[in-house]
């Protein structure tokens, strides 16, 4: 018993009080984003409303389920627990049932579940439990073999699901091995291959050409500050790619302009690479490299996406960015959700006063794009204090897990912060037009139970775990 | 502390600068930029049903019977309503200033963003004030849609109406919205599917100030309205009408089918109503009127749910039976003591006796009592006798269900053995105990429409084709598609017919009938019948088809309360059938004519129930 109370005296307070507060305001945002006058009242069970407190009610009891388990359990099982997820996860084709197109739940009685809601928790543990053992080193190759391990297996599970958005979350745990070591520059790398990715996929391939052209010149610029160098290259690309496009257009030719870029961006670079390397500026070689590497890049993946990859590829990467969701056209969900939240104002339009929302402008007003709801409603001041919170509650776990002595504790902090985190960039960058529109949900806003337990499982193990950091953990 | 401890301010790093990215994003979204708030206001969706017209109704020629005239609703959307001058809308829209708050009410209760009717049915003159001041209101739209009419104002029962689909509909019919409206009776109901066609769409951004500010999304979710495809019937509109003008303050029904194909060319149920009543601003009230009537019973199809005891009319089917089964011959003659005659008295006197082709013309009862028992004693037990008499008469139409298009035809009935074996006994009943089925009387009760059926099946000499109203559909490129109908064939040989045929053309010419129904230049062949009623004046009935050698149209007329037949449903169809065939009247007959359209035998009775 005495140990029990121990285990209260210790909790973070100050992050159950943001968890609370979130589920809170998530719950009032749904009600009046699906709101209906048939069914006024907040706690009727038939409408989502009251759903969501019933699953409110259920992720307290496993919260508080949690905090009074023995937190030497998930160092203990934490392998067995990330396998039991992973056969849960390959049940899934069998016995699972199909919403939305993706067969990735599983119904357990009246509930369903989604398993690689729970990987993203087994994951953590897994990873937690690895990395804090004495044999692993970052960069030794049975380490780096073993971590891809732990990673890939739920990933390709999840992608063979057809859940590709939970699978891209995944990714997010780079960060967590760059803290714990990983060199950065795979993190620089990965996170150019992804933008360079998304970029053309989004925007095809010239403008993301143009794009990176651009950047490259103020970096060069801001690192270099050569004004007059950067002018010649500007005016190098220009002219190349003026020339090409005059002798097309006199030759009624009819060439993609695509082509005149590219020959452009690679002549000049090649110049100025020839040049750089005499004049042996390093820096610059390897920014036109990097350059050069990138509009490669787009133009392969553009080239790829559509002469080697069969429509059914095609149609799920369409679908990951919520291209091929979008049947009003690219742009019309992500411009309607702006709308939305931009006609919110300063102070909002008041509760149940949301007009986008309710009309339907918005799709899936209550799971992905709840936040329009929050800016349409509640304006900039209620928009920024959910950002506020996501924020203080990201710090606040970043806090706790370098606080906690041990690596497990402190990795699978890490673990959690940076998946909500992930959840919040991607999901509000989406509803703001910052960011792919991919269908991950809000943590601990959007309706349904089985993201909320998820979060909830997540969250609250490493509210246990902090909450016994003065204990000697042998890990 | 391990030595990559410093990371920790990269990770918080990136996290604070993507929440501080956010902000920023919101901040030009939601304030520095104002074009996301116009957009918004902008955004209103209205989505206007574009309501085909419904399919039209023609007669057989070609004239038509039921098209569409032009109404508009005016909608409200709750939210969307701002203060405005209620008296200047009253006065447009012709309203009380209490309706209009009721209505607005009303429309609140059912949903602040949903558009809800709030004065239906508004006609074109005051549409185009309407719409003038349209701008002055904003919630308000104007939707239009089509209200039925029906120029001839006749064949109401049979053609039936539309009226809002009720609950239940919307329920299980997702083709149904709130409000629209949808076939509830006769060949409106019956055709619901082909003569409504298929709704549209059209979503419409709205401003705050009402007005349109384009398409939502560029059309693409808006859906064209197919039209209703046009009925073509075997009506004949002038006759159904004329018709109407006979049984004027009468009560019954009368059916006319064209035996060589089934088609119904008039289906009169009277009293009846002018349809138009039911359509328009006025309908629920008129509809309750209607509905209330509980004397008339206006609405009620009596010519398919009227069932009645058919009378001497009956007789016909009895001959032809008791020819097929042999159990008489048509030479076979049986005595008649005239109103002394047991067990059924005679209503005529006449020569005696009998053999069947006068049995007919003098609709000779103690004859008709013989064929009966003659048929039953045919097989060796009475119930074995009444089950063939009794599939011969099934055979004929009757206890089933003809099988017009229209759901709420009745069968009929006829009893089962099973029936006279528990109200007597097994074994117990014979050709007696059951003897006034031999007149028609007793345990059958038929329509209108089984009885000019059977008209048919004897001017065709053995079989009908299915009666039905419409003949051919017509798609909306006015493309028209012929229906097809089963042909069914009686068990009983063609030259049985002509004997019943010749006391038929007897009944005509050689009774008194001579000066009310023979015309002069086509043979009619005809049967009256004279149902007793317990329930107060005898039921006047009247089969009939012309001519007799090549029928172009065979009748049953079927008056309550009228006395003999030969008095009023034999002139009535007499007429028809002239009408029909020479398209006027004889000079000779217009007296006749006068009388029978004068004849009020509706307060008659009023008369008498109240003696
Ligand atoms: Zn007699």
Not at chain 1, 205 to 228: S, V
Not at chain 1, 394 to 409: G, Q, Y
Not at chain 2, 37 to 45: H, S
Not at chain 2, 292 to 320: C, H, M
Request: charged share 20%; glycine share 8%; aromatic share 12%.
């Amino acid at each position: 018993m005495q140990k029990k109370t121990n285990v209260w005296n210790n909790v973070d307070w100050i992050t159950i009080s943001i968890y609370l507060a979130m589920m809170f305001i998530g719950w009032i945002n749904i009600y009046a984003a699906v709101y209906n006058e048939e069914h006024k009242s907040i706690f009727d069970m038939t409408q989502q409303y009251g759903k969501q407190l019933m699953w409110i009610g259920a992720a307290i009891f496993i919260a508080v389920l949690m905090i009074n388990t023995d937190s030497k359990f998930f160092v203990t099982f934490a392998f067995p627990i990330y396998i039991a997820i992973i056969f849960l996860l390959m049940l899934v084709p069998f016995i699972g049932t199909t919403i939305n197109g993706a067969k990735s739940w599983i119904q357990f009685g009246g509930f369903l579940l989604q398993p690689s809601e729970f990987m993203k928790m087994g994951t953590s543990l897994a990873l937690a439990r690895y990395i804090s053992s004495y044999n692993f080193k970052m960069h030794s190759w049975k380490s780096l073999l073993a971590l891809a391990g732990i990673l890939f297996v739920p990933v390709g599970l999840i992608f063979l699901q057809n859940d590709t958005g939970s699978a891209i979350v995944f990714g997010v745990f780079l960060l967590v091995l760059y803290r714990e070591g990983l060199n950065g520059i795979v993190l620089f790398f990965s996170f150019l291959i992804a933008l360079v990715f998304v970029l053309t996929m989004v925007l095809e391939p010239l403008p993301t050409i143009l794009i990176l052209t651009f950047a490259a010149f103020l970096i060069n610029y801001l690192i270099r500050k050569k004004t007059k160098r950067n002018l010649i290259g500007m005016a190098t690309f220009t002219s190349i790619f003026g020339i090409l496009w005059l002798i097309n257009y006199l030759a009624e030719g009819g060439v993609d302009p695509l082509y005149f870029v590219f020959a452009a961006a690679f002549i000049s670079s090649l110049v100025f690479f020839l040049w750089a390397i005499m004049l042996h500026k390093r820096s610059l070689a390897i920014l036109i490299g990097i350059y050069l590497g990138s509009v490669l890049f787009s133009v392969s993946v553009d080239y790829v996406f559509h002469n080697i990859m069969e429509q059914h590829q095609r149609d799920r990467i369409n679908e990951l960015l919520g291209i091929q969701s979008d049947l009003h056209g690219a742009g019309y969900h992500v411009n309607q959700s702006k709308i939305a939240i931009g006609s919110g104002g300063f102070f909002g339009k008041g509760f149940l006063q949301g007009t986008q929302t309710k009309f339907d402008f918005v799709p899936e007003q209550s799971t992905d794009f709840i936040f329009c709801t929050v800016g349409e409603e509640w304006g900039f001041l209620g928009s920024t204090l959910v950002i506020g919170l996501f924020m203080a509650l990201l710090m606040r776990l970043i806090f706790l897990a370098e606080r906690n002595r041990s690596k497990f504790s402190r990795v699978y902090g890490y673990c959690v912060a940076t998946i909500l985190f992930f959840h919040f960039a991607v999901n509000i960058g989406m509803t703001i037009g910052l960011a792919p529109v991919i269908g991950i949900p809000l943590p601990f806003f959007s309706y349904g139970g089985s993201s909320l337990w998820s979060f909830t499982l997540l969250l609250f193990v490493f509210v246990r775990l902090d909450a016994s950091r003065f204990e000697q953990l042998s890990y | 502390m391990d030595t990559f401890s410093k990371r920790k301010v990269i990770v918080a790093g990136i996290m604070l600068g993507v929440g501080i990215l956010f902000v920023l994003r919101l901040f030009t979204l939601q304030i520095t930029n104002k074009t996301y708030k116009q957009f918004a206001t902008r955004n209103v969706l209205r989505e206007i049903t574009i309501y085909p017209a419904r399919g039209y109704i023609y007669d057989r020629n070609n004239e038509l019977m039921v098209y569409n005239k032009a109404a508009y609703d005016l909608m409200l959307i709750p939210r969307e309503v701002k203060a405005f001058d209620t008296t200047e809308l009253c006065n447009i829209i012709q309203l009380d200033r209490k309706d209009l708050r009721e209505a607005i009410a009303k429309a609140k209760q059912y949903s602040r963003y949903k558009p809800s009717i709030v004065a239906g049915q508004i006609s074109s003159d005051i549409y185009a004030p309407l719409q003038e001041k349209l701008y002055k209101y904003p919630g308000f739209f104007v939707q239009s849609r089509t209200l039925r009419e029906y120029p001839s104002k006749s064949a109401a029962q049979a053609l039936g109406f539309v009226g809002e689909v009720n609950q239940r509909t919307i329920e299980t019919d997702k083709y149904y919205k709130s409000g629209d409206y949808i076939g509830v009776s006769g060949l409106e109901k019956a055709y619901e599917k082909e003569l409504r066609g298929i709704k549209g769409v059209q979503k419409s951004m709205v401003d705050v100030h009402n007005r349109i500010k384009g398409k939502y999304n560029d059309g693409l979710e808006d859906t064209t309205a197919i039209l209703g495809q046009n009925l073509i019937t075997g009506f004949d509109a002038k006759l159904q009408a004329y018709a109407e003008l006979l049984m004027t303050n009468k009560k019954g029904a009368v059916v006319a089918i064209e035996p060589a194909t089934g088609e119904i060319i008039l289906m009169v149920s009277a009293p009846s109503y002018d349809p138009n009543l039911l359509v328009g601003r006025q309908r629920s009230k008129n509809y309750s009127i209607l509905m209330q009537d509980s004397v008339y019973k206006p609405t009620w199809n009596r010519a398919i749910i009227g069932e009645y005891s058919p009378g001497s009319t009956f007789k016909l089917v009895n001959a032809l039976i008791a020819l097929q089964e042999h159990s008489v011959t048509p030479y076979d003659r049986f005595s008649c003591s005239g109103q002394g005659s047991t067990p059924i008295r005679c209503t005529h006197s006449h020569a005696s006796p009998v053999a069947m082709r006068e049995g007919i013309r003098e609709s000779c009862n103690p004859y008709f009592w013989n064929v009966f028992r003659s048929i039953i004693n045919h097989s060796p037990t009475a119930e074995e006798g009444y089950r063939v008499w009794r599939d011969h008469v099934v055979n004929f139409g009757f206890a089933q269900r003809v099988g017009t298009e229209l759901s709420s035809e009745r069968k009929g009935n006829l009893a089962e053995t099973s029936y006279y074996d528990k109200y007597f006994g097994q074994k117990r009943w014979n050709a007696m105990t059951i003897r006034s089925l031999s007149i028609g009387q007793g345990e059958i009760l038929v329509t209108p429409l089984q009885m000019a059926n059977m008209a048919a099946i004897i001017a065709n000499r053995g079989y009908y084709i299915t009666p039905h109203l419409v003949r051919a559909i017509q798609d909306p490129n006015r493309v028209s598609h012929e229906l097809e109908f089963e042909k069914k064939v009686i068990d009983i040989r063609p030259e049985h017919f002509n004997t019943v045929i010749e006391g038929m053309q007897a009944v005509i010419e050689d009774t008194k009938l001579q000066h009310t129904v023979k015309l002069d230049s086509v043979i009619v062949c005809g049967k009256t019948g004279t149902v007793q009623n317990p329930h107060g004046a005898d039921h006047s009935a009247f089969v009939a088809f012309a001519p007799r050698d090549t029928p172009k149209i065979a009748i049953a007329v079927y008056i309550e309360n009228a006395g003999f037949g030969a008095t009023y449903a034999a002139p009535i169809a007499g007429l028809l059938i002239e009408k029909y065939l020479n398209d006027s009247i004889a000079p000779r007959r217009k007296d006749l004519e006068q009388r029978l359209i004068e004849t009020d035998l509706l307060n008659v009775v009023e008369v008498k129930r109240k003696l």
